[in-house]
């Protein structure tokens, strides 16, 4: 069980983790409360996040809830969550997101895999830094040179989880062809922006579809949408669905919530241009921005 990983994110599997615990051992919190000689609001605290269980603690319930054989495991994760910092929560980029991104960052950063679909814009895993000013200064227009610098920096350094060792970040990408066609910062920008997509689809961690306009209706049309899933798995988790507004992110963890994403993704992905295919797609799309 690998431990590393954002502090963020590791706070909320410990949360998650004994929330399923709990509910799969059919005890309620009232009983746990008496078991450990605690007030039921610690353990809501304890299961949504809002705080962290001791070391006697996490061993306590784990052996309550039958699998005291992982309290190393999680011990580890304690201290990791503890003494770990989150790298967008250092000064040079505090504050470059608004705070409500900080939880995606944090479930980015310690996903195994994840897949997307993107009706609009490239999403910010693929984006040239050039692409990526674009779009802040085009949403953000007020924002001085400098703040727009530090936002780039921040999207650039989240695309370091492409390269991670020992395995990188796996994404399975499906990009609505209006997304492709929409030229931000000018015909020069949007080529080179389409270049690097071609080449990130060569790479094997990587599989990039385009969903064409020909495809007509679709399962997407509501907007775009991530699911995220993560290296730990104690009790069958589901995964998370990140869904972003300009004012906040919305996310989904219960199972069937994440279901129905899922199969919305699954014939996204049949619908649209196979993976073989797509790169010579993008490719001609760029030809036709330079012609």
Excluded at 114 to 139: C, H, K, M, N, W
Aim: with cysteine.
């Amino acid at each position: 069980m690998a431990t590393t990983g954002s502090p963020t994110a590791i706070k909320r599997w410990i949360a998650f983790t004994l929330r399923r615990l709990r509910e799969q051992s059919g005890k309620s919190r009232q009983e746990l409360a008496e078991v450990l000689d605690c007030n039921v609001s610690h353990l809501s605290h304890l299961e949504t996040g809002r705080n962290l269980p001791s070391a006697l603690e996490s061993d306590a319930l784990l052996d309550l809830y039958g699998v005291g054989d992982r309290k190393e495991a999680f011990r580890e994760l304690l201290r990791s969550a503890k003494k770990g910092k989150d790298w967008w929560k250092t000064p040079v980029f505090k504050g470059a997101e608004p705070d409500w991104f900080d939880l995606y960052l944090g479930l980015e950063a310690w996903a195994r895999d994840v897949q997307s679909y993107d009706a609009l814009v490239v999403p910010g895993l693929f984006q040239t830094p050039e692409y990526a000013r674009a779009l802040i200064l085009a949403a953000y227009p007020e924002l001085p040179d400098a703040e727009v610098r530090r936002r780039v920096d921040l999207r650039m350094a989240r695309q370091s989880a492409l390269d991670r060792e020992p395995e990188p970040l796996r994404i399975w990408s499906v990009l609505d062809e209006a997304a492709l066609r929409r030229v931000v910062g000018g015909p020069d920008v949007m080529r080179a922006q389409l270049d690097r997509l071609v080449h990130l689809a060569e790479r094997p961690t990587i599989t990039v579809q385009v969903l064409p306009a020909a495809a007509g209706a679709h399962g997407g049309l509501d907007g775009t949408f991530t699911v995220l899933d993560f290296p730990l798995d104690l009790v069958g988790d589901p995964g998370t669905v990140y869904v972003q507004t300009r004012l906040r992110g919305v996310y989904y963890e219960e199972p069937a919530e994440i279901d129905e994403y899922r199969q919305a993704l699954r014939r996204l992905q049949v619908q649209a241009i196979k993976p073989e295919h797509a790169p010579a797609f993008i490719a001609r799309i760029a030809e036709e921005i330079g012609s």
